[in-house]
Each structure stands twice: as structure tokens, then as C-alpha cells.
């Protein structure tokens, strides 16, 4: 998975969701996350890497080390990667 520094409202409300059921949660803490940010340095959530340096290298790397590719939880981030070369 990989974030911007705002997530999606998708993934806000599908948060909330596993919250106020406990569904889902033990198997998106389990997962990696990747987030994009040049504010944010600490994040909350288990299994956590901020992606630093160049967004179109990172992201490249990111995707040859995961085959089943990335889900992108972010609409602004989404916009970003639109314009990269891979």
C-alpha cells in the first residue's frame, strides 16, 4: 500500500469501518505501508516506511520488489505518479 501524507476518503471511511467491527485490521497492520511525505517522519501504524528521495526511483523500486503491484491510497499522490516516467 502506498500513501500520501492525506489518504483517500475510501480508505478513511474503510478505517473507521474495521474500527467500529474489528474486521480487516490484524490483515492491514500486517501489510506493508509505504507513505509519501516531506512533513510527516513518525507514523502510527505497524509496518511503516516513509519513502524519501526521489518519488519516481522509490516508486520503481517499489514496484519490482512487489509483483502483485501497490494499491495507492491516495487521490493527490495518484495525480503525482500520473506525470512520472517507470
Known amino acids: 500500500m502506498l500513501f500520501g501524507r492525506t489518504p483517500g476518503p475510501k480508505w478513511r471511511e474503510t478505517r473507521k469501518r474495521h474500527r467500529r467491527t474489528?474486521?480487516?485490521r490484524k490483515k492491514?497492520?500486517?501489510k506493508p505501508k509505504y507513505v509519501v511525505s516531506t512533513t510527516r517522519r513518525?507514523?502510527?501504524w505497524s509496518n511503516?516506511?516513509?519513502v524519501?528521495?526521489?518519488l519516481s526511483r522509490a516508486v520503481k523500486a517499489l514496484k519490482e520488489a512487489t509483483p502483485r503491484?501497490?494499491?495507492v491510497?491516495?487521490?493527490k499522490l495518484s495525480a503525482a505518479l500520473q506525470g512520472l516516467p517507470f
Open 42 to 44: 513518525d507514523f502510527p
Open 48 to 50: 511503516t516506511h516513509h
Open 73 to 75: 491510497g491516495s487521490p
Open 52 to 54: 524519501e528521495g526521489d
Open 22 to 24: 474489528g474486521t480487516g
Open 69 to 71: 503491484g501497490l494499491l
Open 28 to 30: 492491514r497492520e500486517a
